[in-house]
Every structure is written in C-alpha cells, then in structure tokens.
C-alpha cells in the first residue's frame, strides 16, 4: 500500500503521526466544523498534546485571514477598476472572511500539527491499513 504524502494528509485534515486518522468530526461547512477528535481513531495519538496547545492555532489564522484579506481587496481592486468606495472593499473582504472561516480554523490547526511542531513526526510505519492501535 502506497505511503500517503504530507500535502495529501494535509489537504484532507489527517493525523500528522500516521496521515490515517481524521483531526476533525463533521464536515467542513456543517454546524460542528470545529469539533476536533481528542485521539487519532488511526493511531490513538493526542491531537492536543499540552493544555491550550492549540491556542497557537489563533496566530496561525490570524496570518491566514491577513493574507486572506490583503487577496481580497487586491482582487476586488483589479476586477473593479479602481473603486474608491470603501464599503465595496469592506464588505467583500468581511464576506470572503466569514465564507473562509471554517476553512481557516481547521488549517490553522493543521499547520500548526503538520508544521510547527517539532515534536510531532511521521511515522511511516503507522501509515498502513492495519490499525496499530494505541502506541
Ligand atoms: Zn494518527
């Protein structure tokens, strides 16, 4: 069985350990978009792996919706010639946010698993249809 890549595991919100187990229950833009699992159901690793760990999450979506917000703007820009009203840009930047807010949330918590967390490694041998069980 073929290995899962990190940008696969990533895009699908998977486990950073084992790139098997689901971070998140629900769908993406139902009503608990936010619930996150406390275990891999793949490997039983600890999504939050120290109290308030995903408090950093705040800063990581605080970067995206910058970036997010600076897009926006800069394509409202090209796509409607120079319009000097401000309401225009605000309200399509507050709208593409609150649209993107789910986005946003879990990513943020993604990234901060996938990528800013050291601790945090792969384990290819995790990353087979047999459930290895709590390790
Ligand atoms: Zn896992």
Redesign the pocket.
């Given at each position: 069985m073929a290995k899962t890549s990190k940008f696969v595991a990533i895009a699908l919100s998977k486990?950073p350990?084992?790139r098997?187990?689901k971070v998140f229950t629900g769908t993406l833009y139902g009503l608990n978009f936010q619930k996150t699992n406390d275990h891999?159901s793949?490997?039983?690793?600890k999504f939050e792996i120290e109290p308030g760990y995903f408090y950093g999450a705040m800063y990581v979506s605080y970067a995206f919706v910058v970036a997010e917000m600076l897009n926006v703007g800069l394509i409202t820009y090209i796509i409607t010639g120079n319009e000097t009203s401000p309401w225009l840009y605000i309200s399509t930047i507050i709208g593409s946010i609150l649209f993107l807010t789910p986005i946003n949330y879990r990513y943020s918590r993604i990234f901060l698993l996938h990528f800013l967390t050291p601790k945090i490694k792969y384990y290819p041998e995790?990353d087979t249809d047999d459930k290895p069980g709590n390790i």
């Open positions: 486990c350990k084992c098997r187990g891999c793949h490997c039983g690793m995790y």
